[in-house]
């Protein structure tokens, strides 16, 4: 089993950045690819960014977030991090980090494991 919690959601103003951050528990994460997804109200939730495990040195992004939203992991510390920059008020949202032992990585039913997810708000 894995436990995930993501931190670092709050409200900031167009063209800010935040930092979330997912930590795991339980299991070492490093075996895992991790996945980033966002539900906007009203809307489904939608991938925005993956990376691979071990390493990370694989990395796919949502075309929405590419060139402003950075993945990466750090597994010393059991942590997967997605920095935004250049935050659009369509950024806001209900952020998730997940774990993929499989692969398929825009694909959520991939994941196995969810964290309860950060609340992201960009205002204009």
């Known amino acids: 089993q894995v436990q995930l919690v993501e931190s670092g959601g709050g409200l900031v103003q167009a063209g800010g950045s935040l930092r979330l951050s997912c930590a795991a528990s339980g299991r070492t994460l490093r075996t895992y690819a991790v996945g980033w997804f966002r539900r906007a109200p009203g809307k489904e939730r939608g991938f925005v960014a993956a990376i691979s495990s071990w390493s990370g040195a694989g990395t796919t992004y949502a075309d929405s977030v590419k060139g402003r939203f950075t993945i990466s992991r750090d597994n010393a510390k059991n942590t997967v991090y997605l920095q935004m920059n250049s935050l659009k008020p369509e950024d806001t949202a209900f952020y998730y980090c997940?774990?993929?032992?499989?692969?398929?990585?825009?694909?959520?039913?991939?994941?196995?494991?969810w964290g309860q997810g950060t609340q992201v708000t960009v205002s204009s």
């Open positions: 997940a774990a993929n032992p499989r692969g398929n990585w825009i694909n959520e039913d991939n994941y196995d494991y």
